[in-house]
Nanobody
């Protein structure tokens, strides 16, 4: 089992920044891929960014490229999402998830955090 706890969400004005953190505990050795997803009201959960264990392979959704940066500290079992130049359309609940394989497919992620709300006001 892996437990994931997100933090860092909140309310910010458009153009502002937030840094999300996700701390993993338990059998963290199985966390090959770590990703951040988001789900806005009435919309599907989508992959925002993900990083492999080495940190050498990252993915970003087109909507956040150039604004968001994902990173992970394996020594701390933590993954981060730095979000800059936030826009109202970034408003959503953000979820951290881990998978024991390389994947961008949500159903293949094994463990999920409880989510943290990000609200961007215009």
């Amino acid at each position: 089992q892996v437990q994931l706890v997100e933090s860092g969400g909140g309310t910010v004005q458009a153009g502002g920044s937030l840094r999300l953190s996700c701390a993993a505990s338990g059998r963290t050795g199985s966390s090959y891929t770590m990703g951040w997803f988001r789900q806005a009201p009435g919309k599907e959960r989508i992959l925002v960014a993900r990083v492999t264990k080495s940190g050498g392979d990252t993915y970003y959704a087109d909507s956040v490229k150039g604004r968001f940066t994902i990173s992970r500290d394996n020594a701390k079992n933590t993954v981060y999402l730095q979000m800059n130049n936030l826009k109202p359309e970034d408003t959503a609940v953000y979820y951290c998830a881990t998978a024991n394989r390389f994947t961008d497919y949500a159903p293949r992620y094994d463990y999920w955090g409880q989510g943290t709300q990000v609200t961007v006001s215009s």
